[in-house]
């Protein structure tokens, strides 16, 4: 979606293959720093992008990201976004309103692979001069699905400019929470409205018309990520884990 509505000159990296898509594996550094170079901005999606075993976790998210970043700076890249997630706080409970400096609070080991992506981003950006943009992105979705959804939605709209004003605001490094607009929200979006984010969707407009959420007893902002029993989540085209 951000590929098509972004728009611009991208060149497109996954480890699946695919019409228009490079076929990158982010665990081989040789690999991804041949891949940026000459590129001015990266958005970082590529990710295991649920809960999952560390080990999977460790290669695809830790490793990953780093290879990114200091593909990244070698290859003298001017900026990255990194698709980080509302995981990375997700064990607060659902009373408290914070921001994106209160403490992280993972909710996993995917929580704490975007923790370590944002700390790896300041790191980069404080030491070696990249710039870094870092999106808590609540729940990417069409429209809210479950009444948790109602407080994390952020839709395909607001998403993208959220995206776009990662890429072209100015910043040295920034933690942004995503979320469109909504009464029952958890996060403080100063940061965001900060660097132009302005969003047009509101989830207060799906009330009524959502599932109940099966996470609600946990009382945690991330949800069922909060059980320490959940496994992952799958999304119907198999495993969340690639190859
Ligand atoms: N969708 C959401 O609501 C949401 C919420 C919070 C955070 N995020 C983050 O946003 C990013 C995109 O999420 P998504 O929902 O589009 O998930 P997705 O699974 O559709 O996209 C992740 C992509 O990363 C690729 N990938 C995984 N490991 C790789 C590797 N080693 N090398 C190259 N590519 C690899 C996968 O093949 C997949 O296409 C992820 O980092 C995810 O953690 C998404």
């Given at each position: 979606?951000?590929?098509?509505?972004?728009?611009?000159?991208?060149?497109?990296?996954?480890?699946?293959?695919?019409?228009?898509?490079?076929?990158?594996?982010?665990?081989?550094?040789?690999?991804v720093?041949?891949?940026?170079?000459?590129?001015?901005?990266?958005?970082?999606?590529?990710a295991?992008?649920?809960?999952?075993?560390?080990?999977?976790?460790?290669?695809?998210?830790?490793?990953?990201t780093?290879?990114?970043?200091e593909?990244?700076?070698?290859?003298?890249?001017r900026?990255?976004?990194?698709?980080?997630?509302?995981?990375?706080?997700?064990?607060y409970?659902?009373?408290?309103?914070?921001?994106a400096?209160?403490?992280v609070?993972?909710?996993?080991?995917?929580?704490?692979?975007?923790?370590?992506?944002?700390?790896?981003?300041?790191?980069?950006?404080?030491?070696?001069?990249?710039?870094?943009?870092?999106?808590?992105?609540?729940?990417?979705?069409?429209?809210?699905?479950?009444?948790?959804?109602?407080?994390?939605?952020?839709?395909?709209?607001?998403?993208?400019?959220?995206?776009r004003?990662c890429?072209?605001?100015p910043?040295?490094?920034?933690v942004v929470?995503?979320?469109s607009?909504?009464?029952?929200?958890?996060?403080?979006?100063?940061?965001?409205?900060?660097?132009?984010?302005?969003?047009?969707?509101?989830?207060d407009?799906?009330e009524?018309?959502?599932?109940?959420?099966?996470?609600?007893?946990?009382?945690?902002?991330?949800?069922?990520?909060?059980d320490?029993?959940?496994?992952?989540?799958?999304?119907?085209?198999?495993?969340?884990?690639?190859?």
């Amino acid at each position: 979606m951000l590929a098509r509505e972004l728009g611009g000159r991208l060149r497109l990296l996954d480890i699946r293959a695919g019409e228009g898509i490079e076929q990158v594996d982010l665990r081989d550094l040789a690999a991804v720093e041949q891949a940026l170079a000459g590129v001015e901005k990266v958005v970082h999606l590529g990710a295991i992008p649920t809960e999952a075993p560390f080990e999977a976790i460790l290669d695809h998210n830790l490793r990953g990201t780093y290879n990114v970043y200091e593909a990244a700076r070698r290859q003298g890249v001017r900026r990255v976004v990194f698709a980080s997630s509302n995981h990375a706080t997700g064990m607060y409970p659902r009373s408290e309103h914070i921001g994106a400096e209160a403490p992280v609070r993972p909710d996993g080991f995917y929580g704490v692979s975007k923790v370590f992506g944002e700390a790896l981003g300041r790191l980069y950006a404080e030491k070696w001069g990249l710039e870094v943009a870092c999106v808590r992105i609540g729940s990417f979705l069409e429209r809210p699905q479950d009444a948790r959804h109602l407080s994390t939605w952020l839709s395909h709209r607001d998403g993208v400019a959220l995206f776009r004003a990662c890429l072209d605001a100015p910043l040295r490094f920034a933690v942004v929470y995503g979320v469109s607009r909504t009464s029952r929200g958890w996060w403080d979006m100063a940061a965001a409205e900060a660097i132009g984010y302005r969003p047009q969707d509101d989830a207060d407009a799906f009330e009524g018309d959502v599932e109940p959420d099966a996470s609600e007893h946990l009382g945690a902002q991330g949800g069922m990520y909060a059980d320490p029993e959940f496994r992952g989540e799958r999304d119907g085209r198999g495993l969340a884990v690639p190859p």
